[in-house]
């Protein structure tokens, strides 16, 4: 079957404390495997990087927030000038 879903994550404060919910990275990453586009805003990137599936690539965030959210995916490529 093919991916046919957009998943499309938002920021913002509530993803400080979803970072450390297992139960919840779980259930988004098997949502993220089975989206043909995932997309972020914001903060939004922090939960994606959490489920491991940003690893070795670029993404990136807020610049406010991006050291919060490069802590959030050591792996991950984050990109500090890119939108």
Do not use: H, Y
């Not at 990453?29 to 070795?56: Q, W, Y």
């Amino acid at each position: 079957m093919p991916k046919e879903s957009i998943l499309l994550l938002p920021g913002g404060q509530g993803t400080r404390a979803l970072v450390n919910d297992s139960e919840f990275i779980l259930r988004l990453k098997e949502c993220v495997l089975a989206s043909k586009f995932c997309l972020s805003v914001c903060t939004g990137s922090a939960l994606i990087a959490r489920t491991g599936e940003l690893n070795g690539l670029k993404a990136t965030s807020n610049k406010r927030s991006l050291e919060w959210v490069k802590s959030c995916g050591l792996a991950v490529k984050w990109q500090e000038r890119a939108r």
